[in-house]
């Protein structure tokens, strides 16, 4: 026994030596950065161990990394928005390997089967002959339809119980928490060096109106971090409406007022569409029509205030909601114009100028053509630029199938009214999201992005949990129907 201790600690001290000398000598031919990856590399191993025994902590980590991640282009060049490919990479092989036939059953649904149609719709653009770069492709592609497709595939395979999905509703709200308040930090004690540079980059352009400081976060632009706290100030709003505890209820409550003072110091106009949008499809799904004619009053009330009165037109966050509803605002006038040139452009072209070919990426990899140098600014243009009429009507459908695929689920869901109220706020958070897209490039980012497709999975399931729950026992302790 003793010697194999022996043996066992010499082992040790032989591996800590020979590590502490290769170490030393990356570090004398590489350099600090090789000898940085090299120090990383057993905490890699350590962390694809974990993943690979739970995948769900990988899905958890994009989950947490889709929060900061664009941010991260203030503080650094390195390419960290490809960690995302990596974690889901990752997560998606352990999923797939963990996989029983009961969870690759619930794969046979419509939400997974549109999103599939759209993510080969992308594939096949990578042979369009308008598209002038695949590097483009590869780095585009990814917001626009592989990210969505593992994360449905992804959720609906890992996710086993409603207690994991509050858990989801509970990562979401506490980095939502934090961004606001960081967001508070940016436009009452000022910004820091690293988005001072950022701003003064360019992007004070867009993030400094007169004079006043669109907040974002750590979000990559105040549009992504309004709509972000327009989309959860909806979710925290229909939780408190369910058949929750009263403490539970007024901590909802008091969330969704927090979450609406951090979209109006966004300053970003089209995030105010994402609660107004999603709220009445809630009452829709609600089915109950008496609740449902009150809420269309108080929302027409809340527009009218808005569009016809001066009411609040002291404070600068109402005036910026208000100029939103206002047919005849130079910016909504330039977006037309831009739209009849890109109308005529695209007449030709019915499969589009390929992805990556509009936009930043366009900029990066395409710059002085039409595509890279005409602002898209909403989402379904730059699909439509990208992808031509063709892969917008795919889009769409894509998005319309998954929109009626919940309704219907939610509304046979009857027996676990928290679960249905669950269902009902992420079903109403895409539809918001969706809307909001018109005016601005959301639905493809992050954190928006995730946890909209994660939702939609979550939809699915929760559906499934529903079906098979009986006398408080989820569906997590039966085999499926």
């Known amino acids: 026994m003793k010697n194999r201790i022996g043996i066992s600690l010499l082992l040790k001290i032989s591996l800590a030596i020979f590590f502490a000398v290769l170490l030393g000598y990356v570090i004398a031919v590489y350099g600090f950065l090789a000898a940085g990856a090299l120090g990383a590399l057993p905490f890699v191993v350590w962390y694809l161990t974990i993943v690979f025994n739970k995948p769900i902590i990988g899905l958890y ?20 928005g490809l960690a995302i490919d990596v974690f889901l990479l990752i997560t998606l092989i352990a999923a797939l390997a963990k996989a029983r036939k009961r969870d690759t059953i619930y794969l046979k ?23 002038r770069s695949s590097l483009a492709w590869f780095y585009a592609v990814r917001g626009v ?98 058949p929750c505890k009263p403490k539970i209820r007024l901590l909802y409550l008091g969330l969704a007022v927090f979450f609406f003072w951090g979209m109006a110091i966004s300053g970003t106009r089209g995030a105010l569409f994402v609660p107004l949008s999603g709220i009445m499809v809630y ?81 990066r990899f395409n710059p002085g053509t039409f595509l890279a140098e005409t602002p898209t600014d909403s989402w379904y243009v730059k699909i439509w630029a990208e992808t031509g009429v063709v892969g917008l009507w795919v889009h769409l459908g894509m998005i319309f199938t998954c929109i009626i695929t919940g309704t219907v689920l939610v509304f046979k869901m009857k027996n676990n ?46 559906y499934r949990w529903d079906k098979n729950y009986t006398a408080g026992i989820s569906a997590a302790s039966k085999p499926p129907i």
């Open 61 to 80: 980590s994009v989950l947490n990394l889709g929060f900061f991640v664009n941010g991260t282009v203030r503080y650094s060049t390195a390419p960290f």
């Open 283 to 363: 009452l829709f799904l609600t089915r109950n029509f008496k609740i449902l004619s009150v809420g269309v009053g108080i929302v027409g009330v809340f527009f009218c205030l808005l569009k016809f009165t001066a009411v609040g037109a002291g404070n600068y966050q109402v005036q910026r909601m208000r100029s939103a509803l206002d047919p005849n605002d130079a910016s909504l006038q330039v977006r037309i114009e831009n739209q009849k040139k890109f109308k005529v452009y695209l007449a030709t072209r019915p499969i589009g100028g390929g992805i990556g070919s509009a936009g930043s990426w366009g900029q």
């Open 417 to 462: 009214k928290m679960l249905r109220q669950m269902a009902m706020a992420l079903l109403s958070g895409f539809v918001g999201i969706a809307f909001a897209s018109y005016g601005n490039q959301i639905l493809g980012q992050a954190p928006s992005g995730v946890v909209c497709f994660m939702g939609l999975a979550l939809i699915w399931l929760a």
């Open 109 to 131: 649904n419509p939400i997974v089967y549109a999103i599939a149609g759209w993510a080969i719709y992308c594939i096949m653009e990578l042979v369009n002959p308008e598209s």
């Open 145 to 242: 339809a592989l990210y969505m497709v593992q994360l449905v595939i992804i959720t609906t395979l890992l996710f086993k119980d409603q207690k994991q999905l509050q858990t989801f509703f509970n990562i979401w709200i506490i980095w939502s928490v934090i961004a606001c308040l960081w967001a508070m930090k940016q436009l009452y004690l000022g910004v820091n060096h690293y988005e001072q540079l950022w701003l003064d980059a360019g992007a004070y352009k867009t993030h400094v109106l007169f004079g006043r400081l669109r907040a974002f976060s750590f979000y990559s632009d105040a549009g992504q971090f309004g709509a972000a706290m327009g989309h959860i100030l909806l979710v925290c709003l229909i939780l408190a409406l369910g």
